[in-house]
Structures are given as C-alpha cells and as structure tokens.
C-alpha cells in the first residue's frame, strides 16, 4: 500500500522560511503527480504548487516565493518556501497521483503538517 509520510513545518516568523517534505513508501509503477496543498481554518483547501514530468504549476500568491522540486530517486517531493507571510498559515498536505499495473490516476493525500507565520 502506497503512503506518503511528511516532514517539515511548524512555526515560524514573517518573512523566514520553511522546507516542506514528502515522501512516498509503497509500490509505484510511476508518478503522474506530486504536489501540495493548504487549508486554512475556515477556507477550502487548495493547491499551492505541483510537478509533473516536465513542468511545475504554482499558485499565483506563491509566485516567486514557493519552489516545489522532485527527488525521483526517492519518490519524494520537496515545498522550499521562502518570504513567508501570515496569509500562508495553514495545514499542508501533500498529495500524489500515481499509476500501478492495472490501475491508473491512483491519488492518495498526507497526514498533513501545519505550517504558522507569525506577523
């Protein structure tokens, strides 16, 4: 069974930065997509950023402050975030779409890690 286990977090004042990382256990035949979500209290969680192959996808309030990277050898996709700012405050879960034989777009979510700025 596939799992995804997530390191980083915590606290943290405005304008530092944070290293997010996930890696996934299991048997993968290969990954579609890596990437992380966030969900403030009271919001909707959404993307923050993801990868694929060939390209990288951010949202746009993390433009310039966010780098998501893959390790391949190690399954692992890593959130640098830098320039953190108290709107970035949130639970963090990272997320993976992946194939196996038989089964295709498999997509399974983190524990999640919460991530605070303070003003």
């Known amino acids: 069974q596939v799992q995804l286990v997530e390191s980083g977090g915590g606290l943290v004042q405005a304008g530092g930065s944070l290293r997010l990382s996930c890696a996934a256990s299991?048997?993968?035949?290969?990954?579609?997509?890596m990437g992380w979500y966030r969900q403030a209290p009271g919001k909707q969680r959404e993307l923050v950023a993801t990868?694929?192959?060939?390209?990288?996808n951010y949202k746009d309030s993390v433009k310039g402050r966010f780098t998501i990277s893959r390790d391949n050898t190690k399954s692992t996709v890593i959130l640098q975030m830098n320039s953190l700012k108290p709107e970035d405050t949130a639970v963090y879960y990272c997320?993976?779409?992946?194939?196996?034989?038989?089964?295709?777009?498999?997509?399974?979510w983190g524990q999640g890690t919460l991530v605070t700025v303070s003003s």
């Open positions: 990868i694929t192959r060939g390209s990288t």
């Open positions: 997320n993976l779409i992946y194939d196996k034989p038989g089964h295709s777009n498999i997509e399974i």
């Open positions: 299991g048997i993968i035949f290969s990954i579609d997509v």
